[in-house]
C-alpha cells in the first residue's frame, strides 16, 4: 500500500506553496481526497502528483 501524502508533503514535492496546493485540489486540477471527520483535510496519492505533472508538461 502506497502512503498518502497530505498537503504539506504535497507542496513540498511540487514546491508550492500548501494553500496553493489547496486550491489546486479544490479546483480538481490535483486529484485528491478530503479525508472524514473534523479536519476534513486532503490526501494525495503519488501517482496523482506524476499525472499532475505529466498534464503540466504536455501543455499546448
Given at each position: 500500500?502506497?502512503?498518502?501524502?497530505?498537503v504539506g508533503e504535497t507542496a513540498?514535492?511540487?514546491?508550492?506553496?500548501?494553500?496553493?496546493?489547496?486550491?489546486?485540489?479544490?479546483?480538481?486540477?490535483?486529484?485528491?481526497?478530503?479525508?472524514?471527520?473534523?479536519?476534513?483535510?486532503?490526501?494525495?496519492?503519488?501517482?496523482?502528483?506524476?499525472g499532475f505533472i505529466d498534464r503540466l508538461?504536455?501543455?499546448?
Amino acid at each position: 500500500m502506497q502512503k498518502l501524502l497530505n498537503v504539506g508533503e504535497t507542496a513540498e514535492v511540487l514546491d508550492m506553496h500548501p494553500e496553493t496546493v489547496r486550491e489546486l485540489l479544490r479546483r480538481g486540477d490535483l486529484v485528491g481526497s478530503k479525508m472524514p471527520g473534523l479536519s476534513g483535510s486532503w490526501k494525495v496519492r503519488p501517482e496523482a502528483i506524476v499525472g499532475f505533472i505529466d498534464r503540466l508538461q504536455h501543455r499546448p
